[in-house]
């Protein structure tokens, strides 16, 4: 059975912290990997995809990797804002079409 | 990537009723799919909802009490049906582009059951 946990579960860094939210996946044979956010009662804003040929990928302040040898993926959060603070889920998608979604990490940055 | 948008945004229900969440996406897509995420819960997939064919469902969901339209290539429409409170969740849908490994979220639907 394919498993995502996210670690930690939640986090509380004041802000302007660099901050790094973890991933790891039990099963190697995955396709993309992609990283969403999501605000309380809200649906999920597509933060970054790695596609399996990519080790990672960057957009602004955020950067993911992605260690398929390990099972591991990590975001990377620099200089955090009050306006990160959001639960952070990682999704992996399996080559039988399922795409896998771990629990997510709630962030809260401090002012 | 793809605007999605839902409607309703949120809604309260009493028992025994059925609600229709809609499902729009602002380009065609051939995959979409239906999530369920209960309080404080991950996403738990619902069905896939592609365009011309019968929905395919998940173990643990079935069409009288989840049926889903797929009329064309950029709606959708899911029903909760004779409702319950454990019904009480995040309905979110997502489309998938570049095949199914890529996929964009509608900004939910937060249904409570009285």
């Known amino acids: 059975k394919q498993e995502v946990t996210q670690i930690p579960a939640a986090l509380s860094v004041p802000e302007g912290e660099n901050l790094v939210l973890n991933c790891s996946f039990t099963d190697s044979a995955i396709y993309n990997l992609q990283w969403f956010r999501q605000d309380p009662g809200k649906g999920l804003t597509s933060l970054l995809l790695i596609q399996s040929s990519q080790r990672e990928q960057t957009s602004g302040r955020l950067n993911a990797s992605l260690d398929k040898s390990s099972g591991r993926s990590t975001l990377y959060i620099a200089a955090s804002q009050p306006g990160d603070s959001a639960t952070y889920l990682c999704a992996f998608y399996h080559r039988d079409d399922k795409i896998i979604f771990g629990k997510g990490t709630r962030l809260h940055i401090l002012p | 990537s793809a605007v999605i948008s839902q409607k309703p945004s949120r809604d309260i229900c009493q028992r025994g009723t059925s609600l229709t969440i809609q499902c729009q996406v602002d380009?065609?897509?051939?995959?979409m799919f239906w999530y369920r995420q209960q309080p404080g819960q991950s996403l738990t997939l619902i069905a896939t909802a592609n365009q011309g064919s019968e929905a395919t469902y998940e173990s643990g969901f079935v069409i009288d009490k989840f049926p889903i339209s797929r009329p064309n290539l950029t709606f959708s429409t899911l029903t909760v049906s004779n409702m319950s409170p454990e019904d009480s969740s995040i309905y979110l849908c997502s489309v998938a582009t570049s095949g199914a490994y890529e996929q964009y979220f509608g900004p939910g639907t937060r249904l409570t059951v009285t």
């Open positions: 380009s065609q897509v051939t995959m």
